[in-house]
Antibody, heavy 120, light 112 residues
């Protein structure tokens, strides 16, 4: 059974850096054609794709957030880490990680999500 | 990467069929047969319902089907059931130059 679980702070202050960890099980981060994406959803709003990392360590980022995002993985720990710098209240959202199959926008399954609030 | 365009809401009665549209551009929906659809119930994570335009993952009811014409993809749900009431999001691959995955704004489906 494939599962993903997000972890990280529930509250960050404006200008701080957010670090989120996605721990996966049931598949290996070194499996060909497999990757992990981060996707967020502000309260009551739509989904927004943030970043992706492939099994070969290839990375891609949302063009609008590229300057603030860094994605990395530790295959031995089955973890993918996302950092987002200079957090702002508009970044308040539920952050999801999802298995990304073949880099085609096929996200399956998703983690349960973690709500991050940005407030002083 | 501009968001794909979906109707804000659709509704239907039990047993009826509904279709949700998802309009993109020639750079995303129109160029690739890589549209996926997600169902999201309140407070829950999204669930993959359709991928690569028209394929259903194992376990997804055959009442859900996907199609595409030009720059517009569509999700059709036949034989509406109460549990189909949810938000639905489309998603399209937008090219390898930036990888680029773009989501739609979401559609609220109400089962009357």
């Amino acid at each position: 059974q494939v599962t993903l679980k997000e972890s990280g702070p529930v509250l960050v202050k404006p200008t701080e850096t957010l670090t989120l960890t996605c721990t996966v099980s049931g598949f290996s981060l070194s499996n060909a054609r497999m990757g992990v994406s981060w996707i967020r959803q502000p309260p009551g709003k739509a989904l927004e794709w943030l970043a992706h990392i492939f099994s070969n360590d290839e990375k891609s980022y949302s063009t609008s957030l590229k300057s603030r995002l860094t994605i990395s993985k530790d295959t031995s720990k089955s973890q993918v880490v996302l950092t987002m710098t200079n957090m702002d209240p508009v970044d308040t959202a539920t952050y999801y990680c999802a298995r990304d199959i073949a880099g085609s926008g096929r996200f399956d399954p998703w983690g349960q999500g973690t709500l991050v609030t940005v407030s002083s | 990467q501009s968001a794909l365009t979906q109707p804000a809401s659709v509704s239907g009665s039990p047993g009826q069929s509904i279709t949700i549209s998802c309009t993109g551009t020639s750079s995303d929906v129109g160029s690739y047969n890589l549209v996926s659809w997600y169902q999201q119930h309140p407070g829950k994570a999204p669930k993959l319902m359709i991928y690569e335009g028209s394929k259903r993952p194992s376990g997804v009811s055959n009442r859900f089907s996907g199609s595409k014409s030009g720059n517009t993809a569509s999700l059709t749900i036949s034989g509406l059931q109460a549990e189909d009431e949810a938000d639905y999001y489309c998603c399209s691959y937008a090219g390898s130059s930036t990888f680029g995955v773009v989501f739609g704004g979401g559609t609220k489906l109400t089962v009357l």
